[in-house]
């Protein structure tokens, strides 16, 4: 009922198990994308894509989704067999795709890795921080509330938006960005 165009997968979606989130993909009228999660030899074998581009005014939108380590969130009973990607490598190799195979003008990754650790977990700080090609990484997992998206250098030395508004519907965020035709990328 919100319009949503997409969505990504995370821990807590295995609560009923991975029998109980097929169960549920029925009552969505949107994809669900995340590129990190292998779901070969379970019953979400095919239900899910790596990416997603949408054209909005114009302009080519490349989504895509990673997901947290399932291992010690999720009982192996309740994920069967799904398999953990590396989530730096995966956002690497989606990028390429994005930006050079589907000529997207913006890249936005849908998270559910978690804002940031001590430790070096994967993270959306350390994803922006070692990718390049990404404008912007919604996140979630860790419940952080931002006022506003935290502003961080990737490898290459461009801006990433990272931004993550809590939990549980409290906030909804936005995050406009401008176009020109004659910019230059």
Known sequence: MMGYDAATIG???????????????PHANFDFVIANYDFTNTIMDGQTQPNKVIIKDGVRIGLFGLGIELEGLVNADLRKETKYLDPIEVAKDQVQILRNEKQCDLVICMSHLGYKYRNEDASDIRLAKETSGIDLIIGGHTHTFLDRPEIVTNAIGKEVLVNQVGCYGINVGRVDFYFSKNAVR
């Open 11 to 25: 821990n807590h979606d295995f609560d009923n198990g991975i029998e109980g989130l097929y169960k549920q993909l």
